[in-house]
């Protein structure tokens, strides 16, 4: 048996290289991935532990770790994350357990709990952060205009545990929507059957089956929230983190080399709970949880638990929806908190100077990576589930590795990296302050996600449907190209439209790299934002929103006229 395994590996070994285009395609894939996302995390560790004058050496660190405001911004950066992955795996379980065990009798507030529980998910990193200002502030239409409160503080950590929370649960929800699917019923009507009560079920059930994944949910969104940049840059005050620390260490301090040692550190932070997330509590929930629930589940009539949670539900919902709302508002009104008349000054201002040039590049740039990181993602999906390689959990793994990257880690190792050039050579130099390193970028940033759909799309398709046209004399690329592709080209096309959705709203990787030369939405609302000049930040906002939410429209608009892989899939199963 062992040797007749080691005998098909080395055929399956053998007919690759036999391959030529399947070769060049691994080759330029490991160049990528080694130059891109590899490299610039590399060129941070060496230079936060090796010096031309010195050598070896810990100095930076040392450096870096005696100064008070570092020390700080660690401190805080942890106690966001925690907080903020508490508070998201709870409110991500209450919406999972009442769309999934509920029983919610009004078709149109389902609905609405599963919008509310999306929105932020596709949303610009800044709208929730513009909106807690703009209701919370001290100009706030709550605080001062409602309330009378002309002291209101939201700035600080409660402002940035809310904005995240509110923007991060989403992730949660949909993870655990997912688990509580998969319970089987008949183990908590058991429960039920023996007198138990629902609560006592909840705890004594579902909630020890539910751990691993609640694990994995906090773990997630902890990560989420310690490389976040956007919403503590813009509502967190004095409250440092790590992301916005590191930010300022390039661009006010002008210390790249200290920032650097800073970006190890949170790197390592968040890699390490990447690596727990990914390969330890990802495991546990598959063997906790594994198929589907052996038949319907009854859904929970009681109004005793029906009506407290729907209401909760509804209140968070109504919540969510008026922080999205404030946020045209806000680009309408001619001057928030003083004069509520409407009037379009706030855009004619943004489209008379530079407004236009920034959709233009901020379109362009995402544009240009949307299909190139499509096309990427599939290919590596192809070659983790199809083919066997030595380099095979390389590829995957790098390719996953920018998830658990923060993107003012990635920015400050592109300076590091490219602003001289590779290795302090003249090689690439060029690249550094251009757009094709901001696309590069987009790239690597929406690799992980593309990657992990395209796998699962993958795993679903017959291995003899493309060994059929391997018998018939195709090559690797033309079976890629006319057999797998075409199965998986909803999976293709969702990846495409999410990542143009998340370059154009992207903001913390491509903060410390863009230029003078271009001009991208989502700097344009950072930096109006910081000069306190709302209306034109909101206005940037709300066109932002237009346009991802016009793209998402799109896209399931031409899944359902074009999309036919479904259908291909489902004449599979059947025969």
Same mark, same amino acid.
Request: hydrophobic letters at 50%; glycine letters at 8%; one cysteine or more.
């Given at each position: ?24 395609? =691994?080759?330029?894939?490991? +160049? ?33 770790? $005696? ?16 907080? *903020? ?20 009798? $009004? ?25 807690? @200002? ?20 939201? %700035? ?66 902890? +990560? ?86 729907? /209401? ?8 969510? /929806? ?45 544009? =240009? ?38 993107? *003012? ?8 990296? %490219? ?35 395209? /796998?699962?799309?993958?795993?679903? @398709? ?42 154009? *709203? ?14 991208? /939405? ?54």
């Amino acid at each position: 048996m062992v040797a007749a395994g080691a005998q098909g590996k080395r055929l399956d070994r053998r007919k690759l290289f036999g391959d030529p285009i399947m070769v060049s395609t =691994i080759a330029v894939l490991l +160049i990528f991935l080694l130059l891109f996302i590899l490299y610039p995390l590399a060129t941070l560790l060496v230079d936060s532990v090796f010096s031309r004058e010195t050598g070896f050496t810990l100095d930076v660190f040392t450096r870096v770790l $005696s100064l008070g405001r570092f020390r700080t911004a660690f401190t805080n950066t942890l106690q966001l994350g925690l907080l *903020t992955g508490v508070f998201s795996t709870v409110l991500g379980l209450m919406f999972a357990y009442v769309d999934v065990y509920m029983k919610v009798r $009004s078709r149109v507030m389902k609905k609405l709990f599963d919008v509310v529980s999306l929105l932020p998910v596709v949303s610009p990193p800044f709208v929730l952060s513009l909106s807690m @200002i703009l209701l919370f502030g001290r100009s706030g239409l709550i605080t001062r205009t409602l309330l009378g409160i002309y002291d209101s503080e939201i %700035y600080g950590l409660k402002g940035i545990v809310v904005v995240q929370t509110l923007t991060f649960f989403p992730v949660c929800y949909l993870m655990l929507k997912g688990l509580l699917r998969n319970i089987d019923p008949s183990l908590e009507e058991a429960a039920r059957d023996m007198g138990a009560t629902r609560w006592k079920v909840f705890t004594t059930v579902t909630l020890p089956l539910l751990l691993p994944g609640l694990g994995n949910a906090f773990l997630v969104t902890f +990560i989420e929230s310690v490389a976040d940049f956007a919403n503590p840059m813009l509502i967190g005050g004095s409250f440092d983190t790590l992301a916005t620390t590191i930010y300022l260490q390039v661009t006010g301090a002008y210390d790249k080399v200290g920032a650097a040692a800073m970006a190890v550190v949170l790197l390592s932070l968040t890699l390490v709970l990447f690596l727990i997330q990914k390969y330890y509590l990802e495991k546990r929930t598959v063997a906790t949880l594994t198929g589907k629930a052996s038949r319907e589940r009854m859904l929970i009539a009681d109004r005793s638990v029906t009506r407290p949670l729907t /209401i909760l539900c509804t209140l968070f919902s109504a919540f969510v /929806i008026l922080m999205y709302v404030s946020v045209p508002f806000g680009a309408l009104f001619k001057l928030w908190g003083r004069n509520y008349s409407l009037s379009w000054v706030h855009f004619e201002y943004i489209f008379k100077y530079g407004g236009i040039r920034a959709f233009r590049d901020s379109f362009l740039l995402s544009l =240009i990576a949307a299909p190139i990181t499509a096309l990427l993602s599939m290919i590596i999906s192809y070659l983790v589930v199809k083919k066997k390689f030595r380099s095979k959990a390389l590829i995957e793994f790098t390719s996953m590795l920018a998830m658990a990257v923060p993107g *003012t880690v990635l920015g400050v190792g592109y300076i590091r990296g %490219y602003a001289n050039g590779i290795f302090g050579t003249g090689l690439l130099q060029g690249l550094y302050g251009t757009g094709l390193i901001l696309i590069i970028v987009f790239v690597v940033r929406s690799l992980p996600v593309g990657t992990r759909s395209g /796998i699962s799309a993958l795993r679903q @398709i017959d291995r003899s449907i493309e060994e059929s046209a391997y018998d018939m004399g195709a090559n690797s690329g033309r079976v890629f190209m006319t057999v797998t592709l075409p199965l998986i080209k909803d999976s293709f096309f969702s990846g495409l439209v999410t990542t143009f959705v998340r370059s154009i *709203t992207a903001i913390s990787a491509i903060i410390l790299l863009v230029t003078p030369k271009y001009l991208l /939405i989502t700097t344009q609302i950072n930096e109006f934002a910081e000069k306190g000049k709302f209306g034109e930040a909101c206005a940037y906002a709300t066109i932002l929103i237009l346009i991802v939410y016009g793209s998402i429209l799109l896209m399931n608009l031409f899944m359902k006229t074009f999309g036919t892989s479904k259908k291909i899939r489902e004449a599979q199963k059947n025969g």
